[in-house]
């Protein structure tokens, strides 16, 4: 797999978040968490769900790890992930967040 660039950024503001509220260790833990999300999709990139109120884009896929939603593109060779969100956010704005990534993923 690989991350874009807004990914990555996602994954750090994600673990700046944590380690913020919970501390390194919980912050960690959330990252590896997440990593192992990634690995899994890489070997089944097949489990990914379709999510039509979030994207039209035919090419997304949507994972959950815990509260967040791993953004990818299955047919990507490596597997692409393009955005990592937590789930809690407004609708509207998760949808925003993955048009602007795949803008940027082109």
């Known amino acids: 797999y690989v991350l874009t660039d807004r990914a990555k950024q996602d994954l750090a503001e ?9 501390g390194l260790a919980a912050a960690e833990h959330v990252v590896g968490e997440l990593r192992h999300g990634f690995r899994f999709l890489a070997e089944t990139p097949d489990v990914g ?4 109120d979030l994207t039209d884009d035919v090419e997304v896929r949507i994972w959950t790890v815990w509260s967040y939603l791993i953004v990818f ?6 597997l692409g992930i393009v955005a ?3 789930g809690a956010r407004d609708p509207k704005s998760l949808a925003e967040h993955i048009r602007q990534a795949r803008t940027l993923d082109g």
Not at 14 to 22: E, L, P, Q
Not at 49 to 52: A, K
Not at 73 to 78: D, R, S
């Open 49 to 52: 769900h379709v999510r039509e």
């Open 73 to 78: 593109v299955p047919a990507k060779k490596p």
């Open 14 to 22: 994600i673990a700046d978040h944590v380690f913020g509220s919970s």
């Open 84 to 86: 990592i969100l937590h």
